[in-house]
């Protein structure tokens, strides 16, 4: 008797906690869900790590809200990370949940327990590949060619039965033809280049002193002519080459010019603006006379 009294008391007892309970749970506000959800990406599928967005207003909340001690495990995925990220200037928070699906099709996630607040479910639309492809699946093509693939070869087979051909013309004398072709090309080019800068003293003659003028002309003689005779006449003096022009006759008015030049920069001699005139003009008949000698002779002279 008196245990039957005893299971009767503890049959209540539990009744009563689970009742409690109960209670408990129904007691907990559940918040509607926000009318904006953001998943990034935006369309994903099976695999993907995706993250969803969305704000929570807590304006009319007294309690701090906090993120769930353990993540929800789901049956078709994996949450990350569940984070809850207060507002600045007001009250309420954006909730970022990481998560991974495993399963397509619409799947939904459990209420989130927020501290006071439980969230409502959440659904989840998980995409498939299949269903989003929009071209049917192509049958296996022929192996692709290298684009250009014929050219290349036509090309390499070409070399290769050219080579011996300019190996013998390299021997019998192609090198030199070579070598030539480029003197001619840069010699031209150099000339072109003093005619240039004669041109720009020429526009300049009657605003330049006489000792610039002269230092000028005689630098851009010594340049051209150090690659037309010898490299060395760079840094001769005007005596060496009065000794080199008078045994290479082309040019030999150019020392003319010399002379006068270092005695207007050295010895302070006065000319005026008719004698500029007079030795540019003799500068461009001797470098024209030794433009043309050089290549009657087809080489350079030698001092």
């Not at 501290?115 to 998980?126: D, M, N, S």
């Not at 070399?159 to 190996?167: C, D, E, R």
């Amino acid at each position: 008797m008196r245990g039957r009294r005893f299971w009767c008391i503890g049959f209540c007892i539990l009744l009563f906690d689970l009742f409690s309970l109960s209670s408990e749970e129904k007691a907990i506000p559940v918040l509607p869900l926000p009318d904006q959800l953001l998943f990034i990406p935006s369309t994903y599928f099976v695999g993907d790590r995706v993250t969803l967005r969305f704000s929570l207003d807590t304006s009319s909340i007294e309690e701090e809200l906090h993120p769930p001690r353990m993540v929800p495990s789901l049956s078709w995925g994996v949450v990350h990370q569940i984070q809850l990220i207060p507002f600045k200037g007001k009250k309420g928070y954006e909730v970022h949940i990481s998560f991974t699906p495993y399963k397509t099709g619409r799947q939904i996630f459990p209420y989130l327990e927020l501290g006071p607040l439980r969230l409502e479910q959440i659904p989840v639309q998980v995409s498939s590949l299949l269903q989003t492809a929009r071209e049917v699946p192509q049958p296996i093509r022929d192996q692709a060619m290298i684009p250009y693939l014929n050219v290349l070869l036509l090309l390499g087979i070409g070399i290769f039965l050219a080579t011996p051909l300019i190996y013998l013309l390299w021997k019998r004398g192609l090198h030199a033809v070579l070598v030539l072709s480029w003197d001619r090309y840069r010699g031209k080019r150099l000339y072109r280049q003093l005619l240039r800068k004669l041109d720009h003293l020429e526009h300049r003659i009657s605003t330049m002193e006489p000792n610039i003028f002269y230092s000028s002309l005689q630098e851009n003689l010594r340049s051209y002519l150090s690659h037309r005779w010898n490299p060395k006449i760079i840094a001769y003096t005007t005596t060496e080459i009065g000794k080199l022009l008078g045994v290479n006759h082309p040019g030999s008015g150019l020392l003319e010019v010399f002379q006068r030049g270092d005695k207007v920069r050295f010895a302070g001699m006065e000319v005026n603006t008719h004698v500029l005139r007079s030795d540019l003009l003799a500068v461009r008949q001797g470098v024209d006379e030794v433009e043309r000698t050089f290549w009657q002779q087809g080489r350079k002279v030698k001092g």
